[in-house]
């Protein structure tokens, strides 16, 4: 039962070009949204996260968008750098659950030279 | 920066063993959890601690599973009877509240390999 879906696995961006980076979720509890940045070899390390009363957040080169409606959350990285290289995990907090987090299976980032 | 850490880095056992897996959550942190990850899939969550009680549990964190608390600093994760499966990458994290508004600081994990 996936409810936090990263329908692409891998993503390749050039450098210093937008790296988009997409996330679907079905359940509509969820009302807390982060992403988390994986490098091999070490933990997930959080990047940025957006509650459900607010449809954008920024910070730095990372933006969130979050579509209600849609059920649809996407990671803007602009510019990308080579350091973006990663996997990327976009996960959720359910409503009144928030001692778990439900996380998606990943979008591996490729930057190109 | 404080980090949390995980001992060992790597973990073979044979199937039928009892492994520990310990961690060292970030000292100030009250909420304690345990996820892991399967090569390839997601990450999932196990187990949520707080107040020396486990506050959730996940379908997967069934009766061979056990976490404790023992002295101030350590959280341990024990798999009492270990399956082919239960190969993965264990992580541990911590937070300072709830997940909500505090994200979770994450350790590099144990790579669990069952024989």
């Known amino acids: 039962d996936q409810q936090v879906k990263q329908n692409s696995p891998s993503l390749s961006v050039q450098e210093g070009r937008i790296s988009i980076l997409n996330c679907d979720y079905t359940n509509s509890m969820f009302d807390y949204f982060l992403w988390y940045k994986k490098y091999p070899a070490e933990g997930p390390t959080f990047l940025i996260s957006?509650?459900?009363?607010?449809d954008k957040n920024e910070d730095g080169r990372f933006t969130v968008f979050l579509n209600k409606s849609a059920k649809h959350l996407s990671l803007h990285i602009v510019p990308s750098q080579p350091g973006d290289s990663a996997v990327y995990f976009c996960a959720a907090t359910p409503m009144n659950r928030d001692d778990k987090i439900i996380f998606g299976k990943g979008t591996r980032l490729h930057i190109l030279p | 920066e404080p980090e949390v850490t995980q001992t060992p880095s790597h973990q073979v056992t044979q199937m039928g063993q009892e492994v520990i897996l310990r961690c060292v959550p970030i000292s100030n942190h009250l909420y304690f959890y345990w996820y892991r990850q399967i090569l390839g899939q997601k990450v999932e969550f196990l187990v949520s601690?707080?107040?020396?009680?486990?506050?959730?549990k996940s379908e997967i964190f069934d009766d061979q599973f056990s976490v404790e608390r023992p002295d101030g600093s350590n959280f341990t994760l024990k798999i009492r009877s270990t399956k082919l499966e239960d190969s993965a990458m264990y992580f541990c994290?911590?937070?300072?509240?709830?997940?909500?508004?505090?994200?979770?600081?994450f350790g590099n994990g144990t790579r669990l390999t069952v024989t």
């Open positions: 994290a911590s937070s300072s509240r709830s997940s909500y508004n505090s994200p979770l600081h």
């Open positions: 601690f707080y107040n020396n009680e486990i506050s959730e």
């Open positions: 957006i509650s459900s009363i607010k």
